[in-house]
């Protein structure tokens, strides 16, 4: 007896991880503004950017376990070269080395919620996700944005480079002032 075996249509998928990712930035929304209300702006956004340092230490190891983060959904479009890709893997598959600076990231799902609630500051402080996972991999380099959605760019763009002594103290001590990572999100 053969299984069956179920297909679900890919933009049905990608509305399910959108729906999903927007879950998670109502958490992260909810979590956020309940820690500023009660801790104060200051007091709070320095305990959310440590929550996020230790967010990207878990994704970081998680990774490993073959769970990565998702080729679809969160984005709603990459623009590489300038040519459209919905599905990352489909940007992979390009057999070159591709310049990650070069890459436009449209519609991200987060954002979107942040937006929709006026939210746009505490909303940046999710972005540091990108620094922390990177730092997490390899302590010497750091993923920082040159455009962000949510500081009212079109779209995110992301560059490596390499951290200072500084940025790899304050992320080995979970100190607040790490936040100085990615300048464009201050």
Not at 18 to 42: C, F, P, T, W
Not at 86 to 108: A, K, M
Not at 141 to 169: G, P, S
Request: charged share 35%; aromatic share 10%.
């Amino acid at each position: 007896m053969t299984e069956k075996k179920e297909t679900v249509p890919f933009e049905e998928a990608i509305k399910q991880v959108q729906v999903a990712m927007s879950r998670l930035a109502l958490m992260h929304l909810a979590y956020s503004k309940v820690i500023v209300d009660n801790l104060g702006e200051k007091k709070g956004k320095e305990l959310i950017i440590k929550s996020i340092m230790e967010y990207g230490r878990k994704i970081e190891e998680y990774s490993k376990t073959d769970q990565d983060s998702s080729f679809y959904g969160i984005h709603g479009k990459y623009v590489y070269k300038g040519k459209e890709f919905v599905d990352l893997r489909d940007l992979f598959s390009l057999n070159e080395d591709i310049d990650f600076q070069s890459l436009e990231i449209y519609d991200c799902s987060l954002a979107k919620v942040f937006k929709h609630f006026r939210e746009e500051e505490i909303g940046k402080l999710y972005c540091y996700i990108d620094a922390a996972r990177a730092m997490a991999k390899n302590p010497k380099d750091k993923a920082i944005h040159t455009k962000c959605i949510l500081c009212d760019d079109d779209y995110c763009q992301i560059k490596v480079e390499k951290t200072t002594e500084k940025e790899r103290n304050d992320f080995k001590n979970n100190d607040k002032d790490w936040k100085d990572v990615d300048k464009i999100l201050l």
